[in-house]
């Protein structure tokens, strides 16, 4: 699997969404994307890339664009 | 219970009575301290040969939080289950807040306050995964009562009865419960601050006039921890011998 799908995945399964939609996601734009939602969703991330996200980062991570480069930038994920 | 447990402060006084109670009911534990000491090591291995638990020395210093970031990543990276995180480390600035440098305050609530919460914001990382977990936070009765000579320290310990609440009603949807114990004076190193500054009067509350004893405080710390106190949640515990 690449980075890519992983990470797309993490989407699909924190907001029971498909990929097509994930991709277009930003913070609070649908129901399951609330705070509880964004805790599950880094959760996702930091189990499928194995790191230990910042609690600013976390903050950050505003849509699925965003938080491709954020992890890209800062934990050397690259897609 | 085999449970996995993280103890601060944990080489000495209370955090060391908090370990062998522990040990003793067959908990692993990641025994944190704030720098490597040989006897320290040495008597880890001898409770967990005694108690045939593991126990893992964690070190780093509570007043950094880049240091403790590094310690916790020890933790991480064992990808074992996080049963118990009791934050007990603490420091203790007594004298009248006129006579309080506001370092000193600083101090004390970079340890006891900020110290806690940057530490149970990485464990929640791996509790709100399992979807389990239990968080016992050390506060004291001068969290609650009104003391002289202890406003930095009672502000410090007050800021974690209010996290600790606070943080209780916002974890339980992720089944991991957050509660704190109130100690009175109990006979450890710290103690000898507020002796000196008491006058005397240092159990002229305490409705059974003498301290706890480390152990007392260490009970209940495992008592919250344990499926015994299931249902109790966001509650600060007052273990000391009754109020006059
Ligand atoms: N004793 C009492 O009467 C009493 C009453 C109410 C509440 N409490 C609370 O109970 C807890 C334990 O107190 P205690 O009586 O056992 O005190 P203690 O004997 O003075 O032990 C304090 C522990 O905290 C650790 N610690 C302090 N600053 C640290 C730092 N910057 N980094 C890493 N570790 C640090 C100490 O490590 P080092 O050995 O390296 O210094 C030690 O292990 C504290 O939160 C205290 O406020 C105590």
Redesign the interface.
């Known amino acids: 699997m690449t980075n890519l799908e992983k990470y797309t995945n993490a989407f699909v399964e924190a907001f029971d969404v498909d990929a097509e939609t994930a991709k277009t996601l930003k913070y609070q734009a649908i129901e399951a994307w609330d705070s509880v939602g964004h805790m599950g969703l880094t959760a996702a991330l930091e189990s499928a890339f194995d790191i230990m996200m910042e609690p600013e980062d976390i903050i950050d991570l505003s849509s699925f664009e965003k938080g491709k480069e954020i992890l890209s930038t800062k934990y050397g994920v690259e897609f | 219970m085999e449970k996995n447990v993280i103890i601060t402060g944990s080489n000495r006084g209370i955090g060391k009575a908090i370990l062998k109670k522990f040990a003793k009911e067959g908990c692993n534990i990641w025994a944190c301290a704030r720098s490597p000491k040989k006897e320290f090591e040495d008597e880890l291995k001898e409770i967990a040969d005694k108690n045939g638990v593991w126990i893992e020395p964690i070190y780093f210093d509570l007043t950094s939080s880049e240091s403790i970031?590094t310690g916790f990543?020890q933790i991480?990276a064992s990808k074992k289950k996080i049963d118990v995180l009791v934050n007990n480390a603490g420091i203790a600035f007594i004298d009248l807040f006129q006579l309080t440098p506001e370092q000193k305050i600083r101090e004390t609530f970079e340890v006891n306050v900020f110290s806690v919460m940057t530490l149970t914001?990485?464990v929640l990382?791996m509790m709100?995964?399992q979807h389990s977990g239990a968080i016992v936070n050390m506060a004291s009765i001068g969290g609650i009562d009104a003391y002289p000579a202890h406003c930095a320290y009672g502000a410090s310990k007050a800021a974690v009865i209010g996290f600790t609440k606070a943080l209780s009603s916002e974890m339980a949807?992720w089944g991991i419960r957050v509660n704190a114990v109130a100690p009175g004076a109990t006979e450890t190193d710290m103690i000898v601050s507020f002796e000196n500054k008491s006058g005397g009067n240092l159990l002229k509350n305490c409705a059974m006039k003498r301290k706890a004893k480390p152990e007392e405080i260490a009970n209940t710390v495992y008592f919250l921890s344990s499926d015994e106190a299931a249902f109790i949640n966001g509650q600060v515990i007052r273990v000391d011998g009754g109020s006059t």
């Open positions: 970031k990543k991480w914001q990485l990382k709100t995964r949807q």
